[in-house]
């Protein structure tokens, strides 16, 4: 679904609602910072003895609760509740809400996480309603005060579940280590949504759970923060650039707040080795998993597409069934799997921009057959040939004036007639070794004579 059509889906629902909508709170308005980074909105550390001091916000659980800080029960020190919410009606804004069960103890904590605390999935829509501080650490959060009073209680009620969001691609580190007020870039941008980082190097930290370490790009550094609640305790990252998704965060206890940013990442499979050709994933191993960005998407089919490096040094198969059409940007964390020994990419996560559609790159069966070296498998090309015979299965020959023998999947588009000379815009594949053209619309077809 468009993000233009999710968020007309959201007001008819909210119309439908009737009224559920208002009174809601724009988090994007509640995350407003001075010079300080310290929260701007008036209902920040506003008078609790209010009850219109409290906020309303829905919004797309980023991690589910026991994925970033473990709840409980039973109420213990360390034992706290939180949630990333990305607001899904917009490009912007991100609220986190958190709870100490230590402030609590039990029975009482028990009951919270029963009826207010309660648990939530990564995905689900929730509405929280609580009031709104500025803890000093660099962002403004709703939370209970530090405090037992049963007023204070933040209550999450879950809407729905539409799913993850697409993260946000950063296209480079010093597009998010910097503190810019106005929030038009930098670490206020993209605080508290989820976000991808790509052609990432590990500067210092361990690869443990809850290890913050420092990662870099040849344009900066920043933090990288790996979830208490995750799995990467006696694992190893990826050897090589990393491909990282996870919740852009803010924590910096010191003034002023416009430090500390870092991507809070919650499990060892959103993290991949970044590559930078598409190619590459040929030399990768099934289940590995990698990360691409920037690629242009060529051409899309049932069920996969294909996107190439800008470059048009190469391309490769993409597994979804997401609607993109040629020219579409996309970024890319998967896992490499084959199909009939072609590697291709099944996406964890797929984040698709606009751009300009690619333009094919001329070649002969010299080429397809991989005899002058270069190789364009994956590629956008066009090939001048005739037509051949139906081989069965939507198959068809082709010869061009090289004589080398090629075939076209047609997938369901009909060719002119036998001997037709015609031009052919397809990428290219291979079926046990023999060249496959694969065609996906009739105007990739033009008819020369
Ligand atoms: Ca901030």
New binding site residues.
Partial sequence: MSKLVKVLAILVACIIAAGTCEGLDNIWDL?A?DQY?IGTHPKVNASTNDPNNRVIVEGIALAGSSEILNPGPPAGMGIAYTLFIQDDTSYRGGIQAWAGSWFYGDPLWTSLRNTDYINVNAGDRVRITGFLADAGR??VVINHRHSNNPVLVFTVEVLGHPGLPDPVFIPSVSACNYFDQTRAGG??FY?TRYAMLHGLNIVSGNWANNSLLTVADSTGSVGMLLSLMGDFNGKQPPQGKLNVVGIFD?EDTTLP?TEGYRLWVKRQSDVALALDACRQVRSRSNGERVGLANKVVSRAYPGYFYIQDAGRTGGVRVVSNRSVVPGNVVCVQGSVTSITNEKVVTPTYLIVNSGSAPKPIGVTSRELWRMTGLDVRGLLVRCVCKIGVDQGGGVYSLTDDAGKTIYVQTNGVTLPSTGTRVAIDAVVSELNGTPMLLLASGDDVHTLE
Avoid: P
């Fill in positions: 995350e910072v980074g660099g962002k670490g206020e605080q803010q707040h």
